[in-house]
């Protein structure tokens, strides 16, 4: 089982279309995906999870709820996730993780990058939304000191992509592979 995770409207839905070619559901507004939804693909299963975070017009105890719903999926499925892809939107996360520590919040991408660290499933970040990225590199820095990604990691760790304009998703494919090989035991030790 593979998941795919991330705020409301980073582009889950679209990545996993764009990947698979099944269809699912997509949107312009934050709050399409709302259940877990699986794909079989290539032998495996993949879930398109609802996103997490603000989205307006929802209620806050819906958004809890959803948040939770997330959560409990992943810890009830977690011996079956083999891998995780964290899909972030590479313009906006860096100012809503400011924000939110602003606040003296644990910003929801870096509670849940360190959630999926501690259950062993080894993790990928699609940063994606590249075409409105203006310094890659600084994003990908900020969001790995975020994360607590120590340097020599990045690269097995992060990967830029555009969903909706097909950008390196070759590359994404790629590190996907590689993790899948390596399974879960390898990523002990780091
Ligand atoms: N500019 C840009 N927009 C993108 C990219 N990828 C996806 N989008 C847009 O982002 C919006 C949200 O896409 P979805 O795939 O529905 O997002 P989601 O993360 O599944 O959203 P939820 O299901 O609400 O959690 C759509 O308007 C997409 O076209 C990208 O690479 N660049
Ligand atoms: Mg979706």
Redesign the pocket.
């Known amino acids: 089982m593979i998941i795919f995770v991330?705020?409301?409207?980073?582009?889950?839905?679209?990545?996993i279309?764009r990947l698979t070619g099944k269809w699912v559901?997509?949107?312009?507004?934050?709050?399409?995906?709302?259940r877990p939804v699986e794909v079989n693909w290539r032998g495996k299963v993949i879930v398109?999870?609802?996103?997490f975070g603000f989205?307006s017009g929802l209620p806050k105890h819906v958004q809890e709820r959803i948040k939770d719903e997330i959560v409990r999926f992943i810890e009830d499925n977690a011996e079956k996730i083999e891998l995780a892809v964290l899909?972030v939107d590479g313009k906006a996360a860096p100012e809503i993780i400011e924000r939110w520590e602003k606040r003296g919040e644990i910003p929801i991408d870096v509670e849940f990058y360190q959630f999926l660290r501690e259950l062993n499933i080894p993790t990928i970040v699609a940063v994606?939304?590249?075409?409105?990225i203006k310094n890659l590199q600084g994003t990908i820095n900020y969001l790995a000191e975020k994360f607590g990604v120590p340097h020599s990691e990045i690269n097995d760790t992060f990967v830029p992509?555009?969903?909706?304009?097909g950008?390196n998703l070759d590359g994404l494919r790629m590190l996907m592979e590689k993790k899948l090989k390596e399974g879960k035991r390898t990523q002990d030790a780091s």
Request: aromatic share 6%; glycine share 14%.
């Open positions: 991330g705020r409301s409207n980073v582009g889950k839905s679209t990545l279309f559901r997509r949107g312009k507004r934050p709050g399409v995906t709302r398109d999870m609802p996103g989205m899909v994606n939304k590249l075409d409105r992509i555009s969903a909706k304009f950008k």
